[in-house]
């Protein structure tokens, strides 16, 4: 990431259950919040081999994956890596924490 990052809050994604995404637009960042067990990560929501939005895609949150809907790369949610062909790059992951009772994302 280049440039000046900020906290932002996206309390708003609390209300997503276990094994739920969703989409959240930053300036021109397409990003996806997702619930894995309880736990709230985030990364680049486009996949990177094709324009597709991943929110469409297969969730397994045993395995912290999404699968794009479209030639079902799969990218691993903890690393960003591109887990198959035909996408090769890695997703971009942002980190999250949760103070007091804020869902906060580093972008």
């Known amino acids: 990431m280049t440039g000046t990052q900020n906290w932002i809050d996206v309390s708003q994604f609390l209300k997503l259950r276990k094994g739920e995404m969703d989409e959240f637009d930053y300036e021109d960042k397409k990003i996806m919040i997702l619930n894995l067990n309880g736990e709230f990560c985030a990364s680049d929501r ?19 994956t999404v699968t794009c809907p479209l030639h079902l790369s ?34």
């Open 74 to 107: 799969s990218f691993d949610l903890k690393s960003g890596s591109a887990l198959n062909l035909p996408a090769e790059k890695p997703l971009e992951i942002y980190p999250m924490k949760k103070e007091k009772n804020k869902l906060l994302i580093l972008i």
């Open 46 to 64: 486009i996949c990177t081999h094709a324009y597709v939005d991943l929110t469409g895609g297969i969730l397994n949150e045993s395995e912290r």
